[in-house]
């Protein structure tokens, strides 16, 4: 049983573009049976936040290859990635790397 | 569940895992390790020699923000001084707001800033006008294949124009291995033999992020909070290199070091072809009554003549289509194809 949570979540490197070009969202997630995890949220992110082309963000459960994910200004391959137990006032940040520089 | 502690100073918490050698590093580790990593890059490369006078290639974009950002900080321990050039394909929509992000940059930075537009340099051309002039012909459209060849000639102008000795470009390692595999699917076995398409010829054009993954660009411009500009080209979505980069991405995620083996550099591999130099044809400047020959100005002459694929294209492919004679600002001609006969 999870309890609802207040994080924050935002968008850079051209993400944003599918978020009506919001980049931070304060977003509180619902009290749920089953704990609050990067998977689920990737799941609320797009029923609830992504507005067009989602295919661009997510792919499988996973977000697509090429966007990278800060949670608390750190790399999610060092927190567990999809398997990582939110926390309240958490920040995740979703940077996509898939345009030219 | 807290990160672990950096492997290099042990004080802070890691913020990154590096691709390559899986190692955990804080931010400020990280930096330091990857501006040490360029600089090894030029100067075990001898790239950039004291005194050169340095035209760096500025979209405004993530790879060539940091490029800039970390020679200017190693600029006064190699000796070298830095000139921004931005090029101007004129592209609707999209380039200006780059260009605004390179001005800014030049501001903060306090370097110098050469603007170059396609229009002035080939006769009015702009990259809308190319697109224009190659579409409506069924296949996929060409337009990026000529803002390649373009592209570098523009940036060679440029440097030209500021006295520079040596031009360098942000691609990074993922883009490197895109080039070898682009090259690769079209059976282009001269280019790869003479270096995959990662400048084998000896031209004073190199790229020092060339060994840093694509990832670490992005947590660099990330830990040093810099300002890019990140939207993707308007033509970009058709793209051949969309293919190779779509491709690599799912390979590396079945095998994490796809990206990195794929550019071992081809000396170190077997090839059959012998290739010498590549073939320069040389053509004057249309229009522009300066005697001076410059390469890549094939692209052009298919251009005016209205035979776009001419250009590009091998052997008979560029004679299929023709188009009715193509001027650069000329929305309303289509061009249709017609038959040939065979010879």
Known sequence: MAAPLSVEVEFGGGAELLFDGIKKHQVTLPGQEEPWDIRNLLVWIKKNLLKERPELFIQGDSVRPGILVLINDADWELLGELDYQLQDQDSVLFISTLHGG | ?343
């Open chain 2, 1 to 343: 569940m807290p990160a672990p502690p950096c492997t290099s100073c042990h004080a802070a918490r890691a913020a990154l895992r590096r691709p390559r050698s899986g190692q955990a590093l804080c931010g400020a580790c990280f930096c330091t390790a990857f501006e040490a990593e360029v600089l090894h890059t030029v100067l075990a490369g001898r790239l950039l020699p004291p005194d050169a006078v340095v035209a760096v290639g500025a979209s405004g974009g993530k790879d060539s923000t940091v490029l800039a950002h970390v020679l200017r900080e190693l600029a006064p321990r190699l000796g070298i001084s830095l000139q921004l050039v931005a090029v101007d394909e004129g592209i609707g929509g999209y380039r200006d707001a780059a260009l605004a992000a390179v001005r800014r940059q030049a501001a903060r930075w306090e370097l110098p800033l050469t603007v170059v537009a396609y229009e002035d340099l080939f006769g009015g051309w702009t990259m809308d006008a190319v697109a224009r002039s190659t579409a409506g012909s069924g296949r996929s459209r060409s337009c990026c294949t000529f803002c390649g060849v373009l592209r570098r000639r523009a940036l060679e102008e440029g440097a030209r124009r500021v006295g520079a000795t040596h031009i360098v470009t942000g691609h990074n390692a993922d883009d490197m291995a895109e080039t070898v595999l682009m090259n690769f699917l079209r059976g282009d076995a001269g280019r790869l033999a003479r270096g995959g398409g990662l400048g084998g010829r000896p031209a004073p054009r190199c790229r020092p992020l060339q060994f840093a993954s694509q990832k670490e660009v992005v947590l660099y411009a990330h830990f040093r909070r810099l300002d890019y500009f990140s939207e993707e080209c308007v033509y970009a979505p058709e793209a051949f290199r969309g293919h190779a980069r779509d491709l690599l991405k799912r390979l590396e995620a079945a095998r994490p070091s796809a990206v990195l083996t794929s550019c071992t550099p081809p000396s170190a591999w077997r090839w059959p072809v012998r290739s010498g130099p590549a073939p320069r044809r040389l053509l004057p400047l249309r229009g522009s009554g300066q005697p001076r020959s410059l390469p890549g100005l094939c692209a052009l002459d298919g251009l005016n003549r209205g035979r776009p694929r001419l250009a590009i294209g091998k052997g008979r492919r560029g004679l299929d289509e023709q188009a009715t004679p193509g001027t650069p600002g000329d929305p309303d001609k289509t061009p249709t194809p017609k038959a040939v006969p065979t010879f």
